[in-house]
């Protein structure tokens, strides 16, 4: 049988699982908000206890890491992930938890050819273009300052 490309394209649109984009946006919307305004109650909480404005920031950054590479680590991260989608990728929690993952599946292959190569293979990018992005901007802001 001969499929053309335009056959192929009428079969996969009929396979493919119809996906409620309003449902998925507000469940994303809502769950993404829900993980901030964790962050934001733990960050009160420290705040309210007499810490600096950058310390309470600080630790509810690395609570929130923390709480991330726990949860995927015990299976519920995904589980969430598959329902809310886009609502758990909230940069904090969804950069521990590419880290936390990747770091789980190349644990059989020994902490130095498994775990230590590939626990950036996903975050590694982001980490590279984000660091390059930000000494080009350090790079013009330091120019474009010297010549106003």
């Known amino acids: 049988m001969n499929i053309?490309?335009?056959?192929?394209?009428?079969?996969?649109?009929?396979?493919?699982?119809?996906?409620n984009v309003i449902v998925n946006t507000l469940t994303a919307f809502a769950v993404g908000g829900g993980i901030c305004a964790i962050g934001q109650i733990i960050r009160n909480a420290f705040a309210a206890g007499g810490a600096s404005d950058e310390n309470a920031?600080?630790?509810?950054?690395?609570?929130?890491?923390?709480?991330?590479?726990?949860?995927?680590?015990?299976g519920w991260y995904q589980r969430l992930a598959k329902h809310a989608g886009a609502g758990t990728l909230v940069p904090i929690t969804g950069f521990s938890n590419s880290i936390s993952s990747s770091a789980?599946?190349?644990?059989?292959?020994?902490?130095?050819?498994?775990?230590g190569a590939k626990i950036f293979t996903i975050a590694g990018p982001v980490i590279l273009y984000?660091?390059?992005t930000a000494f080009l901007y350090g790079f013009i802001?330091?120019?474009v300052g010297k010549l106003m």
Do not use: C, D, H
């Not at 394209?9 to 699982?17: G, N, V």
């Not at 630790?59 to 015990?74: D, K, M």
């Open 104 to 115: 789980i599946e190349a644990q059989t292959e020994g902490w130095v050819t498994g775990v």
């Open 130 to 132: 984000g660091t390059a």
């Open 4 to 19: 053309t490309p335009q056959m192929y394209s009428k079969m996969a649109e009929k396979a493919r699982p119809k996906s």
């Open 57 to 74: 920031a600080l630790w509810t950054s690395v609570i929130l890491v923390s709480l991330s590479a726990l949860f995927t680590g015990l």
């Open 141 to 143: 802001y330091y120019f």
